[in-house]
């Protein structure tokens, strides 16, 4: 079971949102707030798989909620749900601790995948921002500089590459063959030895690298 909390200050939009959640078998609403600060507090507290966050909120964006929870609930996954269909949103959101962004006019059962794919580790972008902001990580990349990138091993690039591809930990292990326990470990020492904790900064360092290409 997944457990979620829910941030947003349209109060209609947010209850309609746990009703529609509740009639999932392996989603549970555990929290919600409509504002940014007690959002923080509530997700500290009750530690949600992940937290899904609007951008504009009182007190502390979406995007500001993220970066913070970072430190006090680094276990919480955050998708931000809104309705700024901006580039600029998207890839400052990834870069401030989020691995969701996705926009409101998308379906329900998109809103589902999404949360599901956050949850298992996964970056999820809604379809029309996924070439943009791709195209400004690759941009990012450049701007940042070059580097071998052997500070990885042959496997932990092979995994890293997987990763960014958006596979999820079981799908890598079927597909290379060792234990679901082994990749979650392998993708540990990876973001240990780069000092990167966000998929969003894998796809960045894995693309500077050319570990994986577009």
Do not use: W
Request: proline share 2%; glycine share 6%.
């Amino acid at each position: 079971m997944i457990t979620a909390f829910l941030a947003d200050d349209h109060q209609m939009f947010r209850q309609g949102l746990r009703t529609l959640l509740s009639s999932t078998k392996d989603i549970q609403v555990i929290g919600e707030a409509s504002d940014g600060q007690e959002s923080l507090r509530l997700i500290e507290e009750l530690q949600p798989e992940v937290a899904v966050l609007d951008i504009a909120m009182p007190g502390l964006t979406g995007i500001e909620v993220a970066r913070r929870l970072a430190r006090v609930a680094p276990q919480t996954k955050n998708l931000i749900l809104t309705m700024h269909a901006d580039c600029f949103y998207a890839v400052e959101a990834l870069k401030a601790n989020a691995l969701g962004f996705m926009l409101k006019e998308e379906s329900f059962d998109m809103l589902i995948d999404a949360i599901r794919a956050v949850a298992a580790g996964n970056m999820f972008v809604s379809p029309t921002l996924e070439k943009p902001v791709l195209k400004e990580f690759v941009g990012l990349a450049k701007q940042t500089g070059g580097g071998s990138g052997n500070i990885l091993t042959e496997r932990e690039r092979e995994i890293l590459q997987l990763v960014v591809e958006g596979l999820t930990n079981q799908e890598i292990s079927k597909k290379l063959c060792i234990s679901t326990s082994t990749v979650d470990t392998h993708r540990k020492n990876i973001m240990a030895k780069l000092d990167i904790h966000s998929i969003a900064g894998l796809v960045k360092y894995a693309i500077r690298h050319k570990i994986v290409t577009l």
